[in-house]
T-cell receptor, first 113, second 112 residues
């Protein structure tokens, strides 16, 4: 079955880069997503990557995908205290048959001023 | 604000009572999803609708849970005879077919 794994905690200093890693098992995944969740709030879609891409950059965010190893990473450049949150990796499927996303347990990012 | 909205944001109920949550999706989105998130976990899929049709239900959705989307717009999720294990954040998301899902703020349920 599907399984998405992430390390649970990451601590970085303000201004440094953060790299959050994720591994997934379902090779038929079409899209891979990164969501951000602040305390008591819902999930905010940050970015996503199509499975035939290797990299996607969006302002301070860079997503790298190694499909052979089923490894996804999210790099946040110039990390700010407002980036402190839980980051979820999720895999999904495109097209008319797509429905559920399968999430990891989330990585709690703490930014030290 | 044209995002996904959920009501109520918080619900405290006693074990055995019934509760109902509402989700209003982004207006042009024809797909609507329900997820459940317990403390320290990622969201888990419960069910989804395309327009008014409920197309998939997870095994997590016991017989005590029922969801509807009668006119293909808002949706309700009802839990009958609540149990303490039902305490969780219930998240709603919406999308166009094949597109990314946008989440609402969630309804936090506490069963005492």
């Amino acid at each position: 079955g599907e399984d998405v794994e992430q390390s649970l905690f990451l601590s970085v200093r303000e201004g440094d880069s953060s790299v959050i890693n994720c591994t997934y098992t379902d090779s038929s995944s079409t899209y891979l997503y990164w969501y951000k969740q602040e305390p008591g709030a819902g999930l905010q879609l940050l970015t996503y990557i199509f499975s035939n891409m290797d990299m996607k950059q969006d302002q301070r965010l860079t997503v790298l995908l190694n499909k052979k190893d089923k490894h996804l990473s999210l790099r946040i450049a110039d990390t700010q205290t407002g980036d402190s949150a839980i980051y979820f990796c999720a895999e999904g499927f495109s097209g008319a048959g797509s429905y559920q996303l399968t999430f990891g347990k989330g990585t709690k990012l703490s930014v030290i001023p | 604000d044209t995002g996904v909205s959920q009501d109520p944001r918080h619900k405290i109920t006693k074990r055995g009572q019934n509760v109902t949550f509402r989700c209003d999706p982004i207006s042009e989105h024809n797909r609507l999803y329900w997820y459940r998130q317990t403390l320290g976990q990622g969201p888990e899929f419960l069910t989804y609708f395309q327009n008014e049709a409920q197309l998939e239900k997870s095994r997590l959705l016991s017989d005590r849970f029922s969801a509807e989307r009668p006119k293909g717009s808002f949706s309700t999720l009802e839990i009958q005879r609540t149990e303490q294990g039902d305490s969780a954040m219930y998240l709603c998301a919406s999308s166009l077919v094949g597109d990314e899902q946008y989440f609402g703020p969630g309804t936090r349920l506490t069963v005492t």
